[in-house]
T-cell receptor
Framework: EDQVTQSPEALRLQEGESSSLNCSYT??????LFWYRQDPGKGPEFLFTLYSAGEEKEKERLKATLTKKESFLHITAPKPEDSATYLC???????????????FGQGTILTVHP | EAGVTQFPSHSVIEKGQTVTLRCDPISGHDNLYWYRRVMGKEIKFLLH????????ESGMPNNRFLAERTGGTYSTLKVQPAELEDSGVYFC??????????????FGSGTRLTVV
């Protein structure tokens, strides 16, 4: 069974204090690892997809990296507006052309104080 | 383009009643997914439609849950009869085939269901 574990559960940072969120996974053949951001009362918002070990993607203050067992979401010089829950999800390679379901971790609640 | 629309946004029903949730995906998205987040747990997959066909319904908890997608457009998820453990936030997501990796799945804001 595919599993995703995120740590820490919650992270409080001062504005400008860089840090990393961790996502450890086990999956029967990784098709893609997804990072999402979720604000209160909203649905998850897509950030990145990573496909293979060694891959990196960046968007503003966020950088996601991938190894064979885990992914990191690095946040550089965060701002209060980066406060949200960050979700990691994996998609197994089930064959076929449609990607199929995501298996999510519980998320990391990030709070950035001014 | 319009996003994924879900309604109602909130629903409070009594145990034993029936509730129907609706999801309108992004126009042209053949793939439609239902997920659920129960309090304190991770978001979990319920089922996946490709157009009007059920591709994968392995996450449906039991036969009190019935999902339909007539005509391959909007989808409904009916819970009948509702139990206390059905409380949670129900999310719908849609995607175009072959583009999931590039654009991810677009999620709706969810329906918060409370069974009392």
């Amino acid at each position: 069974e595919d599993q995703v574990t995120q740590s820490p559960e919650a992270l409080r940072l001062q504005e400008g204090e860089s840090s990393s969120l961790n996502c450890s996974y086990t999956v029967s053949g990784l098709r893609g690892l997804f990072w999402y951001r979720q604000d209160p009362g909203k649905g998850p918002e897509f950030l990145f997809t990573l496909y293979s070990a060694g891959e990196e993607k960046e968007k503003e203050r966020l950088k996601a990296t991938l190894t064979k067992k885990e992914s990191f979401l690095h946040i550089t010089a965060p701002k209060p507006e980066d406060s949200a829950t960050y979700l990691c999800a994996v998609q197994a390679d089930a064959g076929g052309t449609s990607y199929g379901k995501l298996t999510f971790g519980q998320g990391t609640i990030l709070t950035v104080h001014p | 383009e319009a996003g994924v629309t879900q309604f109602p946004s909130h629903s409070v029903i009594e145990k034993g009643q029936t509730v129907t949730l609706r999801c309108d995906p992004i126009s042209g998205h053949d793939n439609l997914y239902w997920y659920r987040r129960v309090m304190g747990k991770e978001i979990k997959f319920l089922l996946h439609f490709v157009k009007e066909s059920k591709q994968d319904e392995s996450g449906m908890p039991n036969n009190r849950f019935l999902a339909e997608r007539t005509g391959g457009t909007y989808s409904t998820l009916k819970v009948q009869p509702a139990e206390l453990e059905d409380s949670g936030v129900y999310f719908c997501a849609s995607s175009q085939a072959f583009n999931e990796g590039l654009y991810g799945y677009t999620f709706g804001s969810g329906t918060r269901l409370t069974v009392v």
